[in-house]
């Protein structure tokens, strides 16, 4: 039975990280893409902080994200847990080192202009970069030191696997969504066990029903192909209800990340994510769907 909006709670814990998490977080790529202007990126990020979003999800990598979540944030920053990746991009230092790691956290705190980042995760690395003993060591240098709150990995399939076996980190960060559940049930629910916190990423599979045609893009045009084999009508709660409902409320996922440049989609998600779980009966369609598309081969999108 769906929960009705006074029952569904909109904050969860992070796993046993001690972090309190909304239940939909704000992607924060789009504020690095220079089309959008200061404003609206300040806007953004204010009307998310608002409408009691409060978890955001960064990069160094997604442009000048990480410069302007910082300054959109301003004197709002304890009201915010900031999420962002490193291992790679200090000029001068090799990638996927322990100094990488060391350097790449003290240049996010510099661009984010704040004095701890809450998560702090190794962005898409594979599986024998993640048993670098060199790397974990500085992540627990960086929290014993204060300057991280926990640490994590994003990633996908047997690199994802390692991390929740590996038992170094306290958060991971995946593809959860109607096209990609390659970890539900796998990754996601042995994370989840383990008392790590679960990020769900493309919630919306980037929302691939937007292209009558197949996109460039080659992960928008996995999901393309892939929501095209599954031909799933999503009448009557329309594809965003039910793509945030479907991750939001997946088992194991303490929060959902939609990437988004625009506050018309935000309060959507917002909307959606108040309804609670979708319906049993629906939840049962997705899975068959999925199933019967040949799903269970399909990989998890990076
Ligand atoms: N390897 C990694 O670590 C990794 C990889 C991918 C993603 N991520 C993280 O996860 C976040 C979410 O993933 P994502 O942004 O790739 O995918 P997503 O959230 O599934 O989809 C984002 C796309 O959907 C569009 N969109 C959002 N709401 C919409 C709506 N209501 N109707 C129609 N279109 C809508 C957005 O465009 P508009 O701007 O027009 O709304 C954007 O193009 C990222 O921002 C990033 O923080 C991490």
Redesign the pocket.
């Known amino acids: 039975m769906a929960l009705n909006v006074a029952t569904t709670p909109m904050r969860r814990p992070l796993g046993a990280t001690g972090i309190e998490v909304s239940v939909l977080g704000?992607?924060?790529?789009?504020l690095g893409d220079a089309r959008m202007s200061e404003a609206d990126a300040d806007a953004l990020v204010g009307a998310a902080l608002d409408e009691g979003v409060t978890l955001f999800?960064?990069?160094p990598s997604?442009g000048s994200s990480e410069e302007r979540l910082g300054r959109a944030l301003g004197a709002r920053r304890r009201d915010a847990i900031i999420?962002t990746?490193g291992g790679y991009g200090v000029p001068g230092v090799a990638d996927w080192t322990g100094d990488v790691i060391r350097l790449g956290i003290e240049a996010a705190l510099r661009r984010l202009g704040t004095d701890v980042i809450d998560v702090f995760?190794l962005?898409?690395c594979d599986a024998w970069t993640l048993g670098r003993d060199d790397i974990a060591a500085e992540l627990d240098r960086a929290k014993a030191a204060g300057k991280i709150r926990a640490s994590g990995y994003?990633?996908?399939n047997e690199a994802l696997a390692a991390a929740v076996a590996s038992r170094r980190f306290d958060v991971v960060?995946c593809?959860v969504?109607v096209f990609d559940r390659a970890s539900l049930g796998g990754a996601v629910a042995g994370a989840a066990a383990a008392g790590l916190g679960v990020?769900a990423?493309?919630?919306?599979?980037?929302?691939p029903?937007?292209f009558e045609s197949p996109p460039d893009a080659g992960?928008v045009r996995t999901y393309w192909e892939r929501a095209r084999a599954m031909s799933v009508d999503a009448s009557p709660l329309g594809?965003?209800e039910l793509?945030v409902r479907f991750a939001a409320f997946a088992p194991g996922v303490s929060a959902a990340?939609?990437?988004?440049?625009?506050r018309?989609?935000?309060e959507?998600?917002i909307a959606a994510v108040k309804r609670g779980p979708l319906e049993e009966g629906v939840e049962r369609m997705l899975e068959e769907r999925w199933r019967a598309s040949g799903g269970e081969g399909w990989p998890g999108v990076?």
């Open positions: 704000l992607g924060a790529g789009p999800d960064t990069a997604y999420v990746k995760l962005h898409s994003s990633g996908e960060e593809s969504n990020l990423k493309r919630p919306l599979a980037n929302a029903w937007r992960d594809w965003t793509s990340l939609v990437g988004t440049s625009r018309e989609h935000l959507e998600a990076i």
